[in-house]
Antibody, heavy 121, light 108 residues
């Protein structure tokens, strides 16, 4: 079945760029009905949608983060990636990737297990 | 933005209880409402999609209802494994997906 796995640096310094990659297995990231999303969760807090992408390269970002976020896809590796620049301690969170479907107005399922990124000097 | 407000924020209940969690949207979202369960240290898991459709593999004691602005998640007979945090999420505004703040279900 479809599985997602995040990988990331663990620790990022303030003002630098956070990069996290999601590897999709058991299915194709180029599926016509599926979108792919990033969601984050600060320690002890709730869920925040970061953005969504389609394999063609179309992207949709949370307006509160849009100036700092880039989501990209590598269909040859069945991966998609998140970059968040100019990070601060407020960006410390568990970062999850998930499939969104069917279509943009769908639901997130399944999710990766999450990767914790800590912003600290 | 569409604000999603869950109530209560926390809830104490016992095994066998019937539990209801409410999610209210700040504007009508038709049936574009999904529910997730999150246990400590785990990723959220989809329970209910499109307001009332049970995700495959989810026990039938879970049910969802509502449309427009008011939605409920009901657990008909609480089991030990159901103690977790529950989130609602709207996908009506696909350019600004939002989650509720969560409801923590604890053992009484």
């Amino acid at each position: 079945q479809l599985q997602l796995q995040e990988s990331g640096p663990g620790l990022v310094k303030p003002s630098e760029t956070l990069s996290v990659t999601c590897t999709v297995s058991g299915g194709s990231i180029s599926s016509s009905s599926d979108y792919w999303g990033w969601i984050r969760q600060p320690p002890g807090k709730g869920l925040e949608w970061i953005g969504t992408m389609y394999y063609s390269g179309s992207t949709y970002y949370n307006p509160s983060l849009t100036s700092r976020v880039t989501i990209s896809v590598d269909t040859s590796k069945n991966q998609f990636s998140l970059k968040l620049n100019s990070v601060t301690a407020a960006d410390t969170a568990l970062y999850y990737c998930a499939r969104l479907g069917p279509g943009l107005a769908g639901w997130f399922d399944p999710w990766g297990q999450g990767t914790l990124v800590t912003v600290s000097s | 933005d569409i604000q999603m407000t869950q109530s209560p924020s926390s809830l104490s209940a016992s095994v066998g209880d019937r539990v209801t969690i409410t999610c209210r949207a700040s504007q009508s979202i038709s049936s574009y409402l999904n529910w997730y369960q999150q246990k400590p240290g785990k990723a959220p898991k989809l329970l209910i999609y499109a307001a009332s459709s049970l995700q495959s593999g989810v026990p039938s004691r879970f049910s969802g209802s509502g449309s427009g602005t008011d939605f409920t998640l009901t657990i008909s007979s609480l089991q030990t494994e159901d103690f977790a945090t529950y989130y609602c999420q709207q996908s009506y505004n696909t350019l600004r997906i939002t989650f509720g703040q969560g409801t923590r279900l604890e053992m009484k």
